[in-house]
């Protein structure tokens, strides 16, 4: 069974900092591309990143690009992101996800963790 | 960037009915189109990919069909536990990948 487990989420200051990680269970983690995708509260779905399987190959949405970095770890069986110069509309729950080919082209996501709430305000 | 328009935002329905959810994209991604399941408080579920086929344990009585810029979403007869918020996704133009706003289907 395929299991994703995020963690470090919690409240930051506006121009702060935070890593996301997801471990992955259940499947061979570098076989599949890895997103991220958030919710803010009483809102829809949005796309925030993706990673091939490899981790060669990496995209962004354009409301983060610049200011988030994603990455993942074969040895742990991690994702992580990286969010840099946090701002108030990065409010949301962060949701891992996992694709269903190793390259991110026309990915789809077919397994979700329970997400991890990022609260950005002073 | 491909936007995807759902409609209604809330359908209110009652236990055994059928339901009937669209989706629309302001062009063309082909059957590159997802609907997702979500229920409060949980993250979502995949229901449908290649816009009708059924992911792994999802019961027959959900069922979807179009391509190219209209999709749907039907439930047969719904049961307690449909009711939720359906999401659809296009996969087919990205970045980036695009969520309708979604679909509240409530009793």
């Known amino acids: 069974e395929v299991q994703l487990l995020e963690s470090g989420g919690g409240l930051v200051q506006p121009g702060g900092s935070l890593r996301l990680s997801c471990e992955g269970s259940?499947?061979?983690?570098?076989?599949?591309?890895m997103a991220w995708v958030r919710q803010a509260p009483g809102e829809g779905l949005e796309w925030v990143s993706v990673?091939?399987?490899?981790?060669?190959?990496?995209d962004y949405a354009d409301s983060v690009k610049g200011r988030f970095t994603v990455s993942r770890d074969h040895s742990k069986n991690t994702l992580f992101l990286q969010m840099n110069s946090l701002r108030a509309e990065d409010t949301a729950v962060y949701y891992c996800?996992?694709?269903?080919?190793?390259?991110?082209?026309?990915?789809?996501?077919?397994?979700w963790g329970q997400g991890t709430l990022v609260t950005v305000s002073s | 960037e491909i936007v995807m328009t759902q409609s209604p935002a809330t359908l209110s329905v009652s236990p055994g009915e059928r339901a009937t959810l669209s989706c629309r994209a302001s062009?063309?991604?082909?059957?590159?189109l997802a609907w997702y399941q979500q229920k409060p408080g949980q993250a979502p579920r995949l229901l449908m990919y290649?816009?009708?086929t059924r992911a792994t344990g999802i019961p027959a009585r959900f069922s979807g069909s179009g391509s190219g810029t209209e999709f749907t979403l039907t439930i047969s007869s719904l049961q307690s536990e449909d009711f939720a918020v359906y999401y659809c996704?296009?996969?087919?133009?990205?970045?980036?990948?695009?969520f309708g706003q979604g679909t509240k289907v409530e009793f």
């Open positions: 259940g499947f061979a983690f570098r076989t599949y591309a």
């Open positions: 062009q063309s991604v082909g059957s590159n």
């Open positions: 290649g816009a009708s």
């Open positions: 996800a996992k694709g269903v080919r190793p390259v991110i082209a026309q990915n789809l996501f077919d397994s």
């Open positions: 996704q296009q996969y087919n133009n990205w970045p980036p990948w695009t």
């Open positions: 990673i091939s399987g490899s981790g060669t190959t990496t």
